[in-house]
């Protein structure tokens, strides 16, 4: 028995890796059924994220061809649905840089002050979807509860909850109601304390950390190169923000910071990560709404001032004088606004008719799904879906 | 820089670029195709003009051409100018310029869907937003909408034909028209 022959051991057959493709999704709340990722997977590991758009194409852009200029303002609202006071903005500003339309100075202050509310109630969404794609379910509910509020706002102002359709060529639509201000500055005190709570819940959790840090690095040099605007940008240690550095409307005089992200540096906010991964992301639309609400205060403060002047005064008028049918001049114009998810540019082609000859919108979503692929190759497939979150995407805005 | 600057500094190299005026808006360079790579090259790596980033890149359409126009940015100088590129309807070719700016391949993708413009040299130009297999282009003036798409018919019944809008738009100019002249006869009768 001794001298036996030994057993030898069984050959195991080597395991072949074979590529696999998927279609992903739903976990974002933008991933049900508009937009479909096209997965090329080798076991857990990504080789290519194609994203596949046009789900919700609805030709807004030819349907602007159209329509006459003060026609095509309810369309603005469906470009990007969170934030519809900023889109509305967005294409008033490119309309009246165009025809030549001076706002009176209250309707500028009005136009500020929901565009900024409209920025927290957008950054509120985009902050809870993150965690709740990475299983934290709580934030989400907050950031609803605190966006309603914005929401209750803005239906005292025009009856709408989702699509304004607010602020009109030259001005805006109503006189704000006699208890808004001070419904907007109760606002304003009662959403800092709120946020530190939603920082203590879930910005400060270290699981929520470590599913975030160094996952999907943006570097500067990249995020310049494929057109990464507004948070996502700023994220990836680029200071740039159209409000500051390129004022419209009545930035200029307002006072506020830029945050950045700064990953990996120990003294900043995400020590444990690497300069545009999905943490700064985060962590950049947190500081933007602090940033926001200190706007909001200045706002309020200036158009107290505006109501001690007198009924008739030209600054108090919410509305410029602008021809019933507006006939731009023959010529273009590209401009552009900041918006919760970037720049948004409006490029405009005019033939002298009352209608555009040519209307673009260039919008900040659509930038970061052009840059998804390159940044996801290598990756987990379920930090894929931290990804998505943390770009912010919000599919109308991407297929228009 | 400014725009004039920008264009003086560029005439002398690219002395086929020309300034376009307009009665309204911003200026715009045009370029012709054949030399609009080279063109763009120069202000993405020229130091002086440091256009590191393409903010917009759009196809039109005018009913005569078709157009390219980039909107381009520089963080370091922090001036823009916009870059317009004429094609002919017959054969719009322009050559691709995601190797300049990574943010150009869903651009150059999504004006190729819509207006049918080809760019030389794109990685992959398929359609974007459209189903792969749809026939035209729906971006262009002349572009007529069709009746189905793989035998799902595109127009319900008691919808609006082409047709039908047409006639709403005529009655309406024609009830425009008869509400101004009569304006413009009271007015003349209040005056008289």
Redesign the interface.
């Known amino acids: 028995m001794s001298d036996a022959v030994p057993v030898q051991a069984p050959e195991v057959p080597r395991v072949r890796s074979e590529e696999m493709v998927l279609s992903m999704g739903p976990h974002h709340p933008s991933t049900h059924g508009v937009l479909r990722l096209e997965l090329t997977t080798d076991g857990e590991v990504v080789v290519s994220a194609r994203p596949d ?2 789900y919700l ?1 609805r ?1 807004i ?2 349907i602007a061809e159209h329509l006459e200029y003060r026609q095509f303002m309810p369309y603005t609202d469906r470009v990007d649905y969170l934030c519809a006071m900023n889109s509305n903005h967005a294409y008033a500003l490119a309309v009246e ?4 339309i001076t706002v009176p100075p209250r309707a500028e202050l009005i136009r500020v002050l929901m565009a900024e509310l409209n920025r927290i109630s957008s950054h509120l969404i985009c902050l809870g979807a993150l965690a709740m794609d990475m299983g934290a379910f709580t934030p989400f509910l907050h950031g609803i509860i605190h966006r309603e509020k914005v929401n209750d706002l803005f239906e005292s102002v025009c009856g709408a909850r989702l699509t304004y359709n607010y602020l009109t060529l030259g001005g805006v639509a109503a006189e704000l109601p006699p208890a808004f201000l001070d419904q907007c500055e109760a606002f304003s005190e009662y959403l800092p304390p709120q946020m530190q709570e939603f920082n203590d819940l879930i910005t400060g959790n270290s699981i929520f950390q470590e599913r975030l840090c160094k996952v999907g690095v943006v570097p500067p040099d ?1 995020a ?5 605007v507004g948070p996502n940008l700023r994220a990836s240690g ?1 200071r ?1 923000d159209l409000r500051k ?1 390129e004022p419209y409307s009545l930035y200029g005089q307002l006072e506020f910071d830029v945050p950045v992200g700064d990953g990996g540096d120990p003294k900043g906010s995400n020590p444990g990560g690497r300069l545009g991964d999905a943490f700064d992301r985060y962590v950049v639309r947190v500081k933007e709404v602090a940033e926001s609400v200190k706007i909001v205060r200045q706002g309020v403060k200036r158009l107290r001032e505006n109501d001690k002047l007198p009924e008739s005064h030209e600054d108090r008028k919410i509305q410029a004088k602008t021809p019933l049918r507006l006939k ?7 401009m ?1 606004s900041e918006n919760p998810r970037g ?1 948004t ?1 409006y ?5 002298g008719s009352e209608k555009p ?2 209307l ?1 919108i ?1 919008t900040g979503s ?2 970061a ?3 998804f692929e ?1 940044i996801t190759r290598g990756l987990l497939i379920s930090d894929v879906v931290a990804v998505i979150g943390s770009f912010d995407i919000v599919l109308p805005e991407v ?1 228009r | 820089m400014d725009f004039e600057a920008l264009t003086a500094r560029l005439k002398t190299r690219f002395p086929e670029v020309e300034a376009q005026a ?5 200026p ?1 360079l045009r370029v012709p195709p054949a030399r609009s790579l080279e063109l763009l090259r120069a202000l993405r790596e020229t130091p002086e003009f440091g256009f ?5 890149l ?1 196809g ?3 009913g005569k051409e078709l157009w390219v ?1 980039y ?1 381009l940015h520089s ?1 370091e100088h ?1 001036h823009r100018l ?1 870059v317009k590129v004429v094609l002919p309807r017959e054969k719009p070719e322009v050559e691709s310029v995601v190797k300049l ?3 150009a ?3 150059e993708r999504e004006a190729y869907d819509l207006y049918g413009i080809v760019f030389k040299n794109h990685p992959v130009l398929r359609r ?4 792969f297999d749809w026939a035209g282009w ?2 262009r003036k002349d572009y007529v909408y069709p009746e189905e798409y793989q035998g799902v018919p595109l127009r319900r019944e008691g919808q609006y034909t082409v047709e039908d809008v047409a006639k709403s738009v005529a009655a309406r100019e024609a009830r425009d028209k008869e509400l101004q002249a009569r304006v413009a006869a009271e007015k003349r009768g209040g005056a008289g």
Do not use: M
């Open positions: 758009i046009g194409h030709a852009e030819k840089k165009l025809a030549g990249r310049v190169s494929h057109g990464l680029v740039w550095h731009p001049k023959p010529g273009e114009v590209y552009r720049e540019g490029y405009i082609v005019s033939d000859l040519r673009k260039r659509f930038s799904l052009n840059c390159e297929d | 307009a009665q309204a808006g911003d715009v590191d980033s393409l903010a917009c759009s039109a359409d005018t126009v909107h963080f922090r916009a700016w990574a943010g391949e869903f651009f974007l937003l459209l189903p729906p971006g």
